[in-house]
């Protein structure tokens, strides 16, 4: 029984896309870098902190003063008092400072003010880590 026009050409497309998959696998193979030599693949930094393929210049050499080295993490500089504005108070005993510095909101509870405070009043606070994140304790009315 002789094939269907439609199966021969369906056959003929299925011929095409595997020449295709054959040629595109060829190209992978010839653009392939994994034969690159080891000093191919090195990168160096420059003294701008710039990445190039050459190597530095081995007669210019930057002194280290070894007093200056600081081992692990960079100290944090935290100011304890910070000021702000309360941009929200609400009736049931909370609200929102916004930081002068970082201009980022503090949740604060009624509980944790020393003075008597509303809506607009600039007040100096401490920020303290919660569970939720981070809220002001001990608010004071700046004069």
Known sequence: MAD?????????K????????????????ASNDKGKSLDEMFMYVDANGQLTSTPPDGNTKAEIDLDNIQL????????????????FFSEKGYG????????ENVFFHNNNCIDQIKKGNRVSFEKEKSPKGFSAIEIRLVK
């Open 14 to 29: 299925k011929l095409q896309k595997q020449k295709e998959k054959a040629q595109r696998r060829e190209e992978r193979k």
């Open 72 to 87: 692990g993490a960079a100290p944090i500089e935290t100011e304890t008092i910070k000021t702000g504005i309360v941009t």
């Open 4 to 12: 269907s026009f439609s199966k021969k050409e369906n056959f003929k």
């Open 96 to 103: 929102f400072i916004t930081e002068d510095k970082t201009k």
